[in-house]
């Protein structure tokens, strides 16, 4: 057990390691924002290291293949069909800035754990490119399956961590405080974005810009934040569901993650463009003056934390849609139900009752 | 939500075409010509390696003579050339048109001005870059789809669980596989019954998006709704028996096409080398 843990920590730092090596310094100013790539990969190291140990120690799976019951095994097709569906419906058709590709991958997550949230993202997007016919058939879906891991991994670590559980009918005051706390992580997340990767080419405000297409861009992205924490408030206080500030906080960061590993594949392999709704913001950032890969991460940036806070919107409605018996039976379900308050089950009251 | 349960009742019976459905005379059947008969793992080994090399190599010669030697050649060989034209043009096609127009009019840093509308810039430098990323991403399209057009993916599963992958992962793959059309095939049928009911589905764009909710939740809840039942068939057909399952057929193999796989892998890994060492 002990040495499984240590080969898949070596495994962790020998990749952190190579990849330093490869880019070259962290400080330097295109390589410093591929450490969440590097980190990703060295996960996915990590993770075989341990499956080789196990498998050398004992000849299977066994500690993996514990957390695959048979009903997770079921869903999780049918998620990878949603994933599939949905994903290319909105590439193809729509053409709207967003991807809409993991609702399957955080579903599974939430419902049967990080590790089938994993493998789901995973093998969503390596079948997406090999075997789905067209016009299903993604042209760069293989290449982003780490993200999709990583998107199942953290849905299935917030759910665990109970996150997504219902908490219906709250006093405003912990909805207030719900409401601060949520958005002060989301304006944090926002301000490092920001500083970090959009200061340097261009203001959004700044009345003396060359380009009037970057004042409407900069109104269109402050007029988004204000629909967004006016509906944010709006679900809160109408549903009286404090969860809402947890789904909100969990698709943000999930969003910023998926964005710092996806944009160095991005941009490295098709120069930022994927052929869906997102190309028109990068088109955008170029336009302002952004280097290739400054474009990508802005147009991440900006796509992913929206994408992913849809995404897992949907997921806690289809959730809350389910039947409760449907949703204790999976591995992780009973961290979706509401908390039993003590001291109210129906049979104590029932036997005081009068007849 | 219990109306889309009992539309499709299995996986099976709604595959596409009708030759699939009979699932012994498809499997064993071989394919056409040779290279559809080699081992679907030689194929997919085929497709990655030179999709990676293409990235890996970069430039416009390099993709293109993979293009010509690993796609085009055994394309004519498989007699699926034109075929292989019209699919993977048909799904580069929006990528292409991405890729060109952003580089071509927003290449960051380009000087020599070919072109001029309003306050976009056509440049020399983008379109160079532009012809790169084309080149690229025909080579990775024609390769995958080069490998999909001379692979039944029921044939790559069957190998790779021989290989020793866990049965529970091969049933993931193949199950997938069946029920995107499935799902397909229910969105329609749950659409047709709320037009039906009066949904509007072809009026403005206001009016579709608001059709989207009635039709993909449906799908959705349904879909999860059959996981119990195909729970309990799986169980009683003992899926999660411990132990390893016989296989009745798998697609034949052989030692020469084993080394040609090792030699694709360590030409990649040797070509990745040159690159990061500078020597290409």
């Known amino acids: ?355 | 939500m219990a109306g889309g349960a009992g539309l499709t009742s299995t996986p099976a019976a709604a595959t596409p075409s009708a030759e699939d459905r009979g699932l012994p005379e498809s499997i064993g059947r071989p394919g056409p010509t040779a290279y559809h008969r080699l081992n679907p793992l030689t194929k997919a080994t085929l497709a990655t390696t030179t999709a990676i090399a293409a990235v890996v190599i970069g430039g416009l010669i390099g993709p293109l003579l993979l293009l010509a030697v690993l796609v085009v050649v055994p394309a004519v060989a498989a007699s699926v050339l034109g075929r292989l034209a019209r699919t993977a043009l048909l799904l580069a096609l929006p990528i292409a048109i991405s890729a060109v127009l952003v580089n071509v009019f927003f290449f960051p840093g380009g000087q020599t001005e070919l072109l001029r509308i309003g306050p976009v810039v056509a440049t020399a430098e983008g379109l160079a870059f532009a012809l790169e990323i084309l080149v690229r991403i025909m080579a990775i399209s024609g390769a995958i789809t080069l490998f999909y057009l001379t692979t039944r993916p029921a044939d790559l599963v069957v190998d790779l669980e021989r290989r020793g992958v866990s049965p529970r992962v091969a049933f993931v793959a193949n199950a997938s596989v069946q029920t995107v059309p499935a799902m397909v095939e229910r969105a329609a049928q749950i659409t047709d019954a709320q037009r039906a009911r009066g949904l509007d589905t072809e009026g403005s764009v206001w009016r579709r998006a608001r059709g989207i909710v009635p039709i993909v939740g449906p799908v959705i809840l349904g879909s999860i709704a059959e996981v119990e039942e195909r729970t309990l068939a799986l169980e009683a057909r003992a899926f999660s028996r411990p132990g390893r399952r016989t296989l009745l057929w798998t697609p034949p193999d052989s030692p020469a096409q084993a080394l040609l796989r090792w030699a694709l892998v360590a030409g990649l890994v040797a070509l990745i080398v040159a690159r990061v060492l500078g020597a290409l």
């Open chain 1, 1 to 355: 057990m002990i040495v499984r843990w240590v080969a898949a920590l070596a495994a962790f730092v020998v990749v952190a390691f190579v990849g330093i090596v490869v880019i070259g310094d962290f400080s330097t100013d295109a390589a410093g924002d591929s450490w969440a790539l590097v980190a990703a990969l060295g996960l996915l190291a990590a993770f075989i290291a341990y499956a080789l140990v196990e498998y050398l120690q004992t000849g299977g799976f066994g500690s993996i293949a514990a957390q695959f019951d048979m009903r997770t095994l079921v869903l999780m097709p049918i998620a990878i069909a949603i994933n599939i569906i949905l994903g290319a419906a909105v590439a193809n058709a729509l053409k709207i800035p967003i991807y809409l590709d993991s609702i399957g991958t955080i579903l599974v997550g939430a419902l049967a754990g990080p590790i089938p949230g994993a493998l789901t993202g995973f093998l969503a997007n390596i079948l997406w490119q090999y075997v789905i016919p067209p016009p299903f058939q993604g042209t760069v879906a293989a290449p982003f399956a780490i993200v999709a891991a990583v998107i199942g991994l953290l849905a299935g670590l917030f759910a665990r961590a109970g996150w997504l559980r219902p908490r219906p009918d709250r006093p405003a005051g912990q909805l207030a405080i719900g409401a601060v706390l949520a958005l002060a992580v989301v304006a944090g997340l926002a301000l490092y974005a920001y500083t970090r990767f959009y200061t340097e080419t261009f203001e959004f405000f700044n009345p003396d810009t060359t380009d009037p297409l970057f004042v409407v861009l900069g109104w269109l992205i402050a007029a988004l934040f204000a629909a967004f924490i006016i509906g944010f408030l709006l679900l809160l206080f109408v549903r009286r569901d404090l969860t809402v500030a947890y789904v909100t906080v969990a698709g943000v960061i999930t969003g910023v993650i998926a964005a710092l590993i996806s944009a160095p594949i991005s941009a490295n392999l098709f120069s930022g463009v994927t052929g869906s709704g997102t190309d028109f913001l990068v088109a955008a950032f170029r336009q302002a003056g952004s280097d290739i890969q400054a474009a990508t991460f802005q147009q991440g940036l900006l796509s992913d934390p929206v994408d992913k806070l849809v995404t897992f919107f949907v997921v806690y409605l289809v959730l809350n849609a389910m039947a409760r018996r449907t949703k204790a039976r999976f591995p992780q379900g009973e961290l979706l139900l509401e908390a039993e308050e003590p001291g109210t089950a129906d049979e104590g009251e029932w036997r005081g009752a009068p007849a």
